[in-house]
């Protein structure tokens, strides 16, 4: 079954063409991660989704219903961690939670949502105290509490310590297992290669690549570049790399294992691998991958 | 869930709002009893001049306490992007702005019926003759002041704007009441019937007359201009730049 269906929708604020007909389709349960940079699009694409705006053309479906249209059937079924919201900036994080629980049928219970965001040692805490980090797990507990069949997430680990965000990933994941069809928009790419099925890759309005092929990028992008030792050409690497200007650069999944393979070689010759750096991939690389590939 | 979970919100927070406090409760409550019973005391026809300017004061409560304090709170909320957060809800757009209405026109009502039992006690000004037109006329009055400090919102274009821009609102219907003393007076007969039209005027009106017509009509045509004002142009999120 398909959950969220996007066919050919456009956007524009003025002159600026936020989303430039885009489609894609989400199935049921599955994660489909949204992936581009600042301003590609992919907040107004959450928010069209949403309801909150209405698509200058195209079609937007979210459990079969049309979310500009049928805003309140949609809401009442799905959960939205905004990228920018506000809070009451005077009231507890357990008192944001219990208010939040008003307006929501059926919510889950105060402690199991602060559990599910670990957010329980701050529950006494006032909303104005909170990092970033821990703005973004109330809002994840907000967006949790009506048990919503599916959850749009704008950027959701944005602000979160490492630990925060592999605990977020485990809630998402768990739900996902449940059920729950995700949405989420990020520009780290590791968070869409460990949280997502399936993928798209959005710039300036429109999807650049999708399935398979974003997919593809995103695996190889990682990069390992170090000086060319004198005497060695390239075609003597274990490794196939590319020459920018005297740095040997080399494009893999796995830029740790890469860099393992080309010290040992390194070393059994007696070389040494000067100004040598190791790089997981990031969504900069990956957009050079593309106009590369594109040219 | 619904209307009863926004209006025990915005109860909640009215109340919970210390700045607010001061303009919406404190100076327009002080100004309602303070007036008449000066006027009561220094008149020499005291309870009649407390019984007008204790009227008089009820557009006081209702610019301050219901327009100016809903549409503070609004823009603020606006701007610190709760109200778009309160749509990610299942809540309906019109239960939030209904639900926000209602509770800031309850306490509206709450603090105009004190103020009438205060001045009766400390300036001998008399009871309404008629309870149900009082009573009828105040509790419109809130809704439909709500009402429009909800529209106007509109107008407001940031936070730290919202209490001056509703000012003049204050002002023109304070002076329209009589409650700031005789300056209405001074001014043209045809500025005088403009202002007679305005919704805190209507209300006035009834609770000094017990007319009841009129001031309804008056009130029923400003819901119906709030109600579309804020179909047209209220804003859930700040303008972006």
């Given at each position: 079954m398909t959950a969220i269906h996007v066919e050919e929708v456009r956007k524009r604020y003025g002159d600026f063409a936020a989303v430039n007909g885009i489609s894609f389709e989400v199935a049921e349960g599955e994660i489909f991660a949204l992936l581009g940079r600042n301003g590609a699009g992919k907040t107004t694409a959450i928010e069209l989704l949403a309801g909150f705006q209405q698509p200058d053309g195209g079609t937007c479906r979210v459990l079969g219903l049309d979310p500009a249209r049928d805003r309140a059937a949609v809401r009442r079924r799905t959960g939205i961690m905004l990228q920018e919201a506000g809070f009451f900036p005077d009231l507890t994080v357990a008192q944001t939670v219990d208010i939040w629980r008003d307006f929501t049928a059926a919510p889950r219970p105060r402690d199991e949502a602060l559990e599910l965001a670990g957010l329980v040692p701050k529950a006494g805490t006032r909303v104005r105290q909170l990092s970033g980090g821990e703005r973004r797990r109330l809002d994840l507990a907000l967006a949790l509490l009506g048990r919503p069949d599916v959850l749009f997430l704008d950027e959701p680990t944005t602000g979160m310590d490492p630990e925060a965000r592999r605990n977020t990933w485990d809630v998402i994941r768990d739900l996902a297992r449940q059920g729950t069809t995700v949405l989420l928009t990020t520009h780290y790419l590791d968070e869409a290669q460990r949280l997502a099925a399936s993928m798209a890759i959005m710039d300036r309005g429109e999807i650049v690549a999708s399935g398979g092929i974003a997919e593809t990028l995103a695996a190889r992008s990682g990069r390992v570049a170090f000086r060319l030792p004198p005497g060695t050409a390239p075609d003597d690497l274990p490794l196939p790399v590319t020459l920018e200007g005297e740095t040997a650069v080399c494009r893999a999944a796995d830029p740790d294992l890469a860099a393992q393979t080309l010290l040992s070689w390194a070393a059994e010759r007696g070389l040494r691998l000067a100004g040598l750096e190791v790089r997981t991939a990031t969504l900069e690389d990956l957009f050079l991958d593309l106009s590369r590939s594109a040219r | 869930m619904s209307y009863t979970a926004t209006y025990r919100l915005g109860t909640r927070l009215f109340w919970q709002d210390r700045a607010m406090l001061l303009a919406s409760v404190v100076t327009p409550v002080g100004l309602s009893v303070g007036l008449p019973v000066l006027a009561r005391h220094v008149t020499a026809d005291g309870v009649a001049a407390a019984t007008q300017l204790s009227q008089g004061m009820a557009s006081i409560l209702l610019s301050l306490t219901a327009f100016m304090n809903v549409a503070v709170a609004l823009t603020t909320r606006r701007d610190q992007l709760v109200l778009k957060r309160l749509r990610a809800?299942?809540?309906?757009d019109g239960q939030i702005l209904s639900g926000q209405i209602a509770s800031t026109a309850t306490q509206t009502v709450i603090l105009i019926v004190l103020c009438a039992v205060a001045v009766n006690l400390l300036a001998d000004v008399p009871f309404p003759a008629n309870p149900l037109v009082y009573a009828g006329a105040v509790v419109a009055g809130s809704v439909v002041l709500a009402t429009l400090g909800v529209a106007y919102t509109a107008v407001i274009p940031r936070t730290e704007l919202a209490a001056a821009t509703t000012m003049p609102v204050f002002v023109v219907s304070a002076i329209a009441a009589g409650a700031m003393g005789p300056i209405r007076e001074a001014l043209p007969a045809w500025v005088g019937s403009v202002l007679d039209l305005l919704p805190t005027s209507a209300v006035v009106h009834a609770l000094r007359t017990g007319e009841v017509a009129l001031p309804a009509l008056n009130l029923a045509v400003w819901a119906v201009v709030g109600v579309v004002a804020i179909r047209l142009w209220f804003r859930w999120e700040p303008r972006r730049s």
């Open positions: - | 809800t299942g809540l309906t």
